[in-house]
Nanobody, 122 residues
């Protein structure tokens, strides 16, 4: 049973930081790309960042470059999303997902976590 479990969400004031974690279990993800997506109320799910388990290739949404950083820890089978200089428009449910290739499209991702809420107040 594949499981992706996000944690680390919460409430933060604008300008603050949060680090999200995604713990993966149930299979070997060494050949997978891991992605973060987010969905705000009334909006479509949007790509945030992705990373290959192998190597250090990363991809980011253009609007988030410089503020968000994706990373992974092989030993812990965990992917992280460091979010800095948070803005109220970053408020959303953040989802972790796994795919066989790096993609910005949610349709390419086979496995999803349950999501973690991030709320940024002004």
């Amino acid at each position: 049973q594949v499981q992706l479990v996000e944690s680390g969400g919460g409430w933060v004031q604008a300008g603050g930081s949060l680090r999200l974690s995604c713990a993966a279990s149930g299979r070997t993800f060494s050949n997978y790309a891991m992605g973060w997506f987010r969905q705000a109320p009334g909006k479509e799910r949007e790509f945030v960042a992705s990373i290959y388990w192998r190597g250090a290739f990363t991809s980011y949404a253009d609007s988030l470059k410089g503020r968000f950083t994706i990373s992974r820890d092989y030993a812990k089978n965990t992917v992280y999303l460091q979010m800095n200089s948070l803005k109220p428009e970053d408020t959303a449910v953040y989802y972790c997902a796994a795919a066989e290739k790096v993609s910005v499209s949610a349709y390419e991702y086979d496995y999803w976590g349950q999501g973690t809420q991030v709320t940024v107040s002004s």
